[in-house]
Every structure is written in structure tokens, then in C-alpha cells.
């Protein structure tokens, strides 16, 4: 573990392990929430309908669907820009470090990265939008903070919970 990560376990409160991975659990499965949510306005987006169906956990058996050649012609496009925005989405929320050779490359990637987010943002607000400005803004914040943090804050809690089985 890094100096840095061994310093943020350190100052850590100092709950038992159980603790943490109970917040550990719900902050996965609030990611998981999350991101069911995300692909599934921004394929209702893409796809031009309105997304009349609840977002389900069940988005994920997508992936399934697709890798054993069950995914139906007219799903692949919206699959793959659902799917691919939110990659983006979680690779950026993770810190990803791109080579910084060449520049244009290192720079290019970052901002394809970060537009992608703003566009899946749109289908977001544009899922809420019957909820008038300030719901969609809201909605969309909220679904950005859970795709964007929740992973990573159920794998801090997570290892703050196996430091402290350590280091009890």
C-alpha cells in the first residue's frame, strides 16, 4: 500500500472491520443502482424513446446478453454507447493513469473521457426532465456523485476494513 493510502487508513475513524464492510456492501450496491440507472436512460437517450421501463439491476445481464451473441441487432448501438460512456465514467472516477507521452494522446483521452460523462449526464437529466429544471439538475447530480464515488468509496471501505482485521 502507498505511503499516502497507509496515511488516509491511519486517520481513518476506527469503526470495527464489520462496520466498514456493511458501508462497503451498500455503497456497491448503490453503485450498482447507479449505474443500471445511467445506461438505461442514456440507451433510452440514444435510442430517441422515452424511457417508460423502471432501470433495473437486471441492465446488467446486458453484458451476458451480448457476449454470447444474444443481444439483438438494434440494441448494439445503444448498448455499446450505454455501456461505453459509463467505462468512461468509472476508468475516470478510478484516477486512470494514461502514459503522458505523447501529450496530444495523454490530453486527447481526458477530454474524450469528460465529454463522454457530460453526454451520459444528458440522458440523465433528459430521463428526469418531467420533473422540471431543478429535479433533472438534481437527478443528475445525484446519479453522477453514485457512479462516480459510490465504487470507489465501497473499495475504501472495504480496504479499511481488512486494515483494521490487520491493525486492530
Known amino acids: ?12 475513524a476506527s469503526w470495527p472491520p464489520l462496520v466498514y464492510f456493511g458501508l ?7 453503485w450498482g443502482v447507479g449505474t443500471a440507472i445511467q445506461v438505461q436512460t442514456s440507451e433510452a437517450w440514444i435510442m430517441a424513446v ?33 455501456w461505453g460512456t459509463q467505462f468512461a465514467l468509472i476508468m475516470a472516477s ?27 449526464s444528458c440522458g440523465d437529466y433528459v430521463y428526469s426532465s418531467g420533473y422540471g429544471f431543478w429535479g433533472a439538475a438534481g437527478f443528475t447530480l445525484v446519479i453522477l456523485f453514485v457512479t462516480f464515488c459510490m465504487g470507489l468509496l465501497s473499495i475504501m471501505c472495504f480496504m479499511l476494513g481488512i486494515s483494521r482485521m490487520q491493525h486492530p
Open 24 to 30: 462497503g456492501l451498500v455503497c456497491l450496491f448503490f
Open 50 to 82: 422515452p424511457a417508460t421501463l423502471y432501470p433495473a439491476i437486471s441492465t446488467f445481464q446486458q453484458i451476458g446478453d451480448f457476449a454470447q451473441g444474444k443481444l439483438k441487432a438494434d440494441m448494439i448501438v445503444p448498448f455499446t454507447f450505454g
Open 94 to 120: 478510478v484516477g486512470i493513469e494514461l502514459p503522458r507521452h505523447p501529450a496530444w494522446r495523454y490530453y486527447a483521452a481526458w477530454i474524450v473521457s469528460l465529454l463522454l460523462i457530460g453526454v451520459n
Open 1 to 12: 500500500m502507498a505511503a499516502n493510502a497507509q496515511t488516509i487508513m491511519k486517520n481513518a
